[in-house]
């Protein structure tokens, strides 16, 4: 108890009469803990923009065309798989989904928004709850649903009108629609996105001059909504048996499987370890610097009575109580400086995210300073202090 209170007046000791110093290395802590933060922020807000409307669907199966690889963009799917997806025991409720890009036209001084434009059924799964506002109500309404990125980035609230320019043919077309209902967030391959009913996406998605030469609309996705949802396994095959040219797979793989989406947060993920592994290179050699510098200081404790691990555990007070300054002054920084980034910046602080790498971080000052500790361990009195034959 008493090598306790010993080693950590030493170690505040120290740490106040070389403030300065000490004070120099949390800020370097800091920066990397900002950098760890803001690299893990981009991650979850890119992944967010990938996934966001697939993860929170309605529904607990997504049903492609067979053979196309999971790809929304080539997958086929007609109304007649969907009457047949309807009629397999398990399945409480299927939808189509429609997926294309637009442009949102603004007021005058506004620049116009990319956007993911989704056509759904009206009351199917596929459709998202409007927050704000009602529902889609008919397949041919001049209504849509915006998700809360579109309403944030464009200042648009129901009772407003959106104008969606699309491409028909060789020539852009203007298409005015009344904003019924505001979703939560529902990016689609980091798009803002906007609902419309199916009848009304066919005749505003862009498109060349021929229509559907089926006869019939063809849908990217089906969206299947279980009566028991525990029993996926089971239904999924059920489907793949009983409806041909299909694949059936849970939310989580159809955002996995969404393009870039594995490369984009493996690359991120492997640039947030590399600032890991600088952290602990930095951290550690500071202290190894600090160790050196003081040989002389740790031989005369040593002389005069203190104990190698009272050192030690000095130097680990210090290096813990460092170290922990510099993620506080990184954490509020980086917190800070989010709230002044546009909202087309994807930058997403989560709780676990934020949680996981500031432990991450707290971790790196004491494997950062193990060597350290085992040098002031193996310094010998008599030598330090110049005495050896």
């Known amino acids: 108890m008493k090598q306790g209170r010993v080693a950590f007046h030493l170690a505040f000791k120290e740490i106040w009469h070389n403030r300065n110093r000490y004070l120099l290395i949390s800020l370097v802590v800091a920066l990397i803990t900002t950098l760890v933060l803001f690299i893990a922020a ?31 963009g080539a997958s086929r799917l007609g109304r007649s798989r969907l009457n047949a997806i309807r009629r397999v025991e398990g399945v409480a409720d299927a939808g189509q989904i429609w997926t294309a890009s637009a442009t949102l036209v603004l007021g005058p001084g506004q620049d116009p928004v990319d956007i993911a434009l989704i056509g759904v059924e009206p009351g199917k799964p596929g459709e998202p709850p409007a927050l704000l506002g009602r529902p889609l109500a ?5 209504e849509v649903i915006l998700d809360r990125n579109t309403a944030v980035r464009t200042g648009l609230t129901v009772g407003d009108k959106v104008t969606i320019q699309s491409i028909q043919g060789t020539e852009e077309q203007f298409y005015t ?50 009566e028991h949802p525990e029993e996926m396994a089971v239904v999924a095959s059920r489907l793949t048996q009983q409806v041909a040219g299909i694949q059936v797979v849970d939310r989580r793989t159809a955002y996995e499987a969404t393009p ?46 203190a104990t190698p691990w009272t050192i030690a555990l000095a130097a680990l007070v210090q290096i813990v109580a460092i170290n922990a300054l510099g993620v506080l002054l990184g954490s509020g920084g980086s917190l800070a ?44 009195p008599l030598t330090a202090l110049g005495l050896a034959q």
């Open 42 to 72: 981009l991650s979850e807000g890119l992944a967010l923009g990938n996934r966001e409307y697939l993860e929170k669907l309605n529904a607990e199966l997504l049903v492609y065309q067979g053979n196309v690889d999971l790809s929304i």
């Open 138 to 142: 008919r397949s041919r309404g001049n």
């Open 177 to 226: 629609l009344d904003v019924v209902g505001i979703s939560d967030g529902q990016s689609f391959l980091l798009q803002p996105s906007v609902f419309l009913p199916y009848l009304t996406w066919e005749k505003v998605r862009p498109q060349g001059e021929e229509g559907n030469a089926e006869g019939e609309l063809v849908s990217n996705l089906i969206a299947v909504r279980l």
């Open 260 to 305: 870039g989406y594995t490369a984009q947060k493996s690359t991120l993920d492997t640039q947030r370890y590399f600032t890991f592994f600088i952290g602990v290179l930095v951290v550690g050699g500071f202290f190894q610097i600090q160790t050196l510098q003081k040989v002389a200081q740790i031989g005369m404790l040593k002389a005069i009575g």
């Open 337 to 380: 400086l989010s709230l002044s980034f546009p909202p087309t910046i994807p930058i997403v602080f989560t709780g676990q995210s934020v949680l996981s790498a500031v432990l991450a971080l707290l971790l790196i000052g004491p494997l950062g300073g193990l060597i350290s500790v085992w040098m002031l361990l193996r310094v010998e």
